[in-house]
Each structure stands twice: as C-alpha cells, then as structure tokens.
T-cell receptor, first 111, second 115 residues
C-alpha cells in the first residue's frame, strides 16, 4: 500500500518563500508528482521527480530524496495567485499508471 | 487542441438513484482514469480504462462501474447513490505508451451532490 503525508494548511506572505513538505511510504515507487489545484478547478501538473535532487522550474522547485521517502515543493516570490491546494502524488514502479495522491496542502498567500 | 472535457459540470441526485458521468480525453491520449475528490481531500483513485477494459481498480464498491468507448471517451456509472458519494469526480487522461512518469491531464470535474 501507499501512505502519503503532507501538512493540511499553510499561510505565507506575498513575496516570501514557502516550502511544502511531503513524506511517503510505498511498496513500489517510481517518481513523485506535484500538482496545483485552485478551488473549484482541476489539478494542473507542476513537476515530476524521479532522481534525487532539486529541479527548478521558474519560481517553483521540487526536491526528492528517495532514500528518505521525502519531497518538498519550494515556491519563491509568492504571488496572491499561488493561493491554492498543492497535491503530492506517487507514481508506482510496477503496473500501470495508478497515481496515488496525498490529501493536499492548502496554501493561503496573504498581503 | 481540446483538453480533457467532462459533463455535466454539476449534478444533483437523490439517494438510491443512478448517475452517469462522461469524459472525453485529451487528443492523443488513450487511457482514462477516474478519481473521486471529497471536499478538502486529495483525489482518490476509482479505476482506469485502457483499450475499452478496466485495467486497475481502487478501493471502491461494485456500485461504481465504467466503460470506455472505441474513441477513448469514458463513462463512470454509480448505482444506488449514497449521501457519501457526494464529491467532485475527476477524469484524467494520459498516454499508455508514455514514460512511467507520464503526467495526468485532468478535466474540470463533475460536482455530484446526493440529497
């Protein structure tokens, strides 16, 4: 089975940096996704990490440590539009593309 | 290029009724996955369809069934609705021949309310 943990809610200030953590325990692991979901909208893809280390994509970066079962999403220069839920999801190493999601972290950006 | 489209956007049903939700995948995608998302929770995997067959299934009762058509579009059927079935139902499409990390493209979902 798979168990994914991430904080329920976070608050950060506009212009600041925030780090959203995700830990996972899984019987088979290929990689980890991060998705962004604004209220009432569909989740949209942010990143996919397979190898250990940090991958940067504009204001957003994602880090993975396979040995520790740990990932984080780093958001820099926060903007009000970054207020959303951030979903951590695990892709399995075997079988088909059954992606398992965590409960999501609701980020509120305040002025 | 149209993305993933779902219909209807909202639906209200009463307990015991049956419902059918529809999904058209993104152009070039052949795999459709359905997820249930309760308020404040992450999406929960219901099942996945490929080549018109259910390929994988999550921990959902047999009241949840589906179908995939030759044009890759899909339907989710829920029988004998319960109050607890109230949720946002998301359809996600992907390519089976893509790398294992092939990202899912989501539709905007169908918000189902069971009264």
């Amino acid at each position: 089975g798979q168990n994914i943990d991430q904080p329920t809610e976070m608050t950060a200030t506009e212009g600041a940096i925030v780090q959203i953590n995700c830990t996972y325990q899984t019987s088979g692991f290929n990689g980890l996704f991060w998705y962004q979901q604004h209220a009432g909208e569909a989740p949209t893809f942010l990143s996919y990490n397979v190898l250990d280390g940090l991958e940067e994509k504009g204001r957003f970066s994602s880090f993975l440590s396979r040995s520790k079962g740990y990932s984080y999403l780093l958001l820099k220069e926060l903007q009000m539009k970054d207020s959303a839920s951030y979903l951590c999801a695990v892709s399995p190493s075997t079988g088909y593309q059954k992606v398992t999601f965590g409960t999501g972290t609701k980020l509120q950006v305040i002025p | 290029d149209a993305g993933v489209t779902q219909s209807p956007t909202h639906l209200i049903k009463t307990r015991g009724q049956q419902v059918t939700l529809r999904c058209s995948p993104k152009s070039g995608h052949d795999t459709v996955s359905w997820y249930q998302q309760a308020l404040g929770q992450g999406p929960q995997f219901i099942f996945q369809y490929y080549e018109e067959e259910e390929r994988q299934r999550g921990n959902f009762p047999d009241r949840f069934s589906g179908h995939q058509f030759p044009n890759y579009s899909s339907e989710l059927n829920v029988n004998a609705l319960l109050l607890g079935d109230s949720a946002l139902y998301l359809c996600a499409s992907s390519r089976t021949d893509g790398a294992r990390g092939e990202k899912l493209f989501f539709g905007s979902g169908t918000q189902l309310s069971v009264l």
